[in-house]
């Protein structure tokens, strides 16, 4: 049972460069988030959807964008990639918000140059 | 707005008991839990307690829930150095709303 796959797992961007990092489940969950971790802060949420076709800003949306392309799978597009940007992300996903908590995937680790 | 403290750093010996503390601002949280997350690696989801519950065992995990001071606490017996780790308490006021989590705390086991 793989739970939250997350592609690629590590990535050097140049400033100013697009990407889209790809999270897919497979255990039927309603809810997808992502999350960015940086040392002394933590996880803050980025974007989440709470079911398909739905998405929502979290603490810190800004220079991000995501698609729910269905329910198996939640994409987060950075358009113009700043170092402020480099960090580890996480994709998770649960059955419902809140309740029983998250299943996490393994993570992207994200360097821009 | 809510908020999650937890100590940044907690060392101990294999085998003695370790306890790692975690206090949260918002009243009404619902459902509080107990992350862990290996070198590398995401987050693995260790254990979970509803606001009406004082306290949760499973196996050498014991969570401790003190609603008046929202005080969560994880102890982990007989303590193994694969126990070492970062740990992430999280909350969240209801069974609709997103986890908030604290910073972590680091647990290093020395042999």
């Known amino acids: 049972n793989a739970g939250v796959t997350q592609t690629p797992k590590f990535q050097v961007l140049k400033t100013g460069q697009s990407m889209t990092l790809q999270c897919a489940q497979d255990m039927n969950h309603n809810s997808m988030y992502w999350y960015r971790q940086d040392p002394g802060m933590g996880l803050r949420l980025i974007y989440y959807s709470a079911s398909e076709g739905t998405t929502d800003k979290g603490e810190v949306p800004n220079g991000y964008n995501v698609s729910r392309l269905n329910k198996r799978e939640f994409s987060l597009r950075l358009e113009s990639a700043a170092p402020s940007q480099t960090s580890v992300y996480f994709c998770a996903s649960s059955r419902q918000q809140g309740a029983e908590g998250y299943t996490f995937g393994s993570g992207t680790r994200l360097t821009v140059v | 707005g809510e908020d999650v403290e937890q100590s940044l750093f907690l060392s101990v010996r294999e085998g003695d008991s370790s306890v790692i503390n975690c206090t949260y601002t918002?009243?009404?949280?619902?459902?509080l839990y107990w992350y862990k997350q290996e070198p590398g690696a995401g987050l693995q989801l260790l254990t979970y307690?509803?606001?009406?519950?004082d306290m949760k065992q499973d196996q050498r995990l014991t969570v401790l829930l003190n609603k008046k001071d929202k005080h969560l606490s994880l102890r982990i017996a007989d303590t193994q150095t694969g126990d070492s780790a970062i740990y992430f308490c999280?909350?969240?006021?209801?069974?609709?709303?997103?986890?908030?989590f604290g910073k972590g705390t680091m647990l290093l086991v020395s042999p």
């Open positions: 918002d009243s009404s949280s619902t459902y």
């Open positions: 307690i509803f606001s009406n519950m």
């Open positions: 999280a909350e969240s006021y209801s069974g609709y709303s997103t986890l908030t």
